[in-house]
């Protein structure tokens, strides 16, 4: 069986996640889908810093050994847009599949990155760039096929929901956003949770995903204003708040929409409580399907990240692909591809 190599850019929550995880499951993968996995290079910013579980000899500050150096996908999980994008880009310019969790750098350069993909016949896996563990890519890109998507409504954003879980307990607002961004929910810059950034780029991926429609209206608030008074308002009434992202298909294009709503408790959305998001897709011939599950933290994440390299790795051994092909273009279709609606 041959081994797919992995470079890894990044080693934080989710890519320290993706170590421990590949470790753990190497044997499953191997005998249940035929894919031998070895983690090759990872790189890191800071080279002595503690790292509990990985092995410090693949540890490296140089992209271009992750890169370049005979791996056969890149795995990018450092976030941010420019030096991702750049990493990216290289990897793709030089015959590599790419798996991300990177939404940010999807919703700002998808459409180029994927172009760059398909022109190569290379894939981009971006699962885990929404919502965490739920597979809400594959669900919406092949199990929803055969429908029409009406609308999409979800808590797509952990750390908003976490900051609103501890809230109702009684922490106030900076309180509840270090303790989020203690447990490595949040993102570097967590003003992308909290202001509603990170769950409008996550809305825009699935409705690239779910629509052929341009986006037409957007609109964007997230939880900075909520008080803790009107947490204790809502509660009194029965209700909770949450920071909803709704994607409705419209005469002409796509609405896209993200604040905080009033939900009653008993609903299933107020539910919803700590990192946990949840999906809820209409579709015109299934009706409603809803998904809910971890959308943030290590190991949910890194077990959406690993999903996307099993696929890709198992799509080079149909194609053919050696070690010794990698170096030139390969024509085949893209696993998972984004429609262009940024
Ligand atoms: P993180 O904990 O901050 O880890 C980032 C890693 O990248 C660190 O290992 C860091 O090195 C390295 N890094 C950052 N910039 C670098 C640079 N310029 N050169 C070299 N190494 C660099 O981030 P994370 O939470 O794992 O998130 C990674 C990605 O996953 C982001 O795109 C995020 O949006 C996405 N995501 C995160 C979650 C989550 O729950 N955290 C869930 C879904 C998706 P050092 O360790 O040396 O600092
Ligand atoms: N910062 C993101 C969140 C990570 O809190 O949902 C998962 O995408």
Redesign the pocket.
């Known amino acids: 069986m041959k081994t797919t190599r992995l470079g890894l850019?990044?080693?934080?929550?989710?890519?320290g996640g993706l170590v421990d995880l590949v470790e753990r499951e190497r044997p499953r993968i191997r005998a249940r889908y035929g894919v031998d996995l070895e983690i090759r290079h990872i790189?890191?910013?800071?080279l002595g810093?503690r790292r509990p579980g990985v092995d410090r000899r693949l540890l490296t500050?140089s992209?271009i050994d992750v890169i370049d150096d005979g791996c056969d996908i890149v795995v990018e999980?450092?976030?941010?847009v420019h030096?991702a994008g750049a990493f990216v880009r290289r990897a793709l310019g030089s015959g590599k599949d790419v798996v991300t969790?990177?939404?940010?750098?999807l919703a700002a350069h998808g459409d180029e990155l994927f172009e760059i993909a398909a022109a190569r016949g290379l894939s981009i896996g971006f699962e885990?760039?929404v919502c965490?563990g739920i597979p809400i890519v594959r669900v919406l890109h092949r199990g929803l096929a055969g429908d029409s998507i009406e609308s999409i409504r979800g808590i797509v954003n952990?750390t908003c929901n976490f900051v609103l879980s501890r809230m109702e307990e009684g922490l106030d607002f900076d309180a509840a956003v270090r303790a989020a961004q203690q447990r490595?929910?949040a993102?570097?810059d967590p003003s992308l949770d909290i202001d509603g950034y990170d769950a409008a780029q996550k809305i825009r991926i699935l409705s690239s995903l779910a629509f052929d429609a341009p986006i037409t209206h957007e609109s964007v608030i997230g939880i900075r204003t909520v008080t803790r008074a009107e947490i204790e308002r809502a509660h009194a009434g029965g209700c909770v708040i949450r920071l909803v992202a709704e994607a409705e298909r419209m005469p002409g294009g796509v609405t896209l929409r993200v604040r905080p709503q009033e939900i009653d408790a008993a609903d299933i959305f107020g539910t919803i409580r700590d990192e946990f998001n949840v999906v809820a897709i209409r579709g015109r011939a299934t009706g409603e399907v809803i998904l809910t599950g971890k959308g943030?933290?290590?190991q949910p994440?890194a077990s959406a990240v690993l999903a996307d390299v099993i696929e890709i790795a198992q799509l080079r051994r149909g194609r053919g692909v050696e070690a010794r092909d990698v170096e030139r273009p390969i024509a085949r279709p893209v696993a998972v591809r984004a429609a262009a609606a940024w």
């Open positions: 850019l990044g080693c934080g929550t989710v890519g790189l890191v910013r800071d810093k500050s992209a999980l450092i976030g941010g030096t969790a990177n939404k940010a750098l885990a760039s965490g952990g490595g929910f993102e570097a943030a933290g290590a994440t």
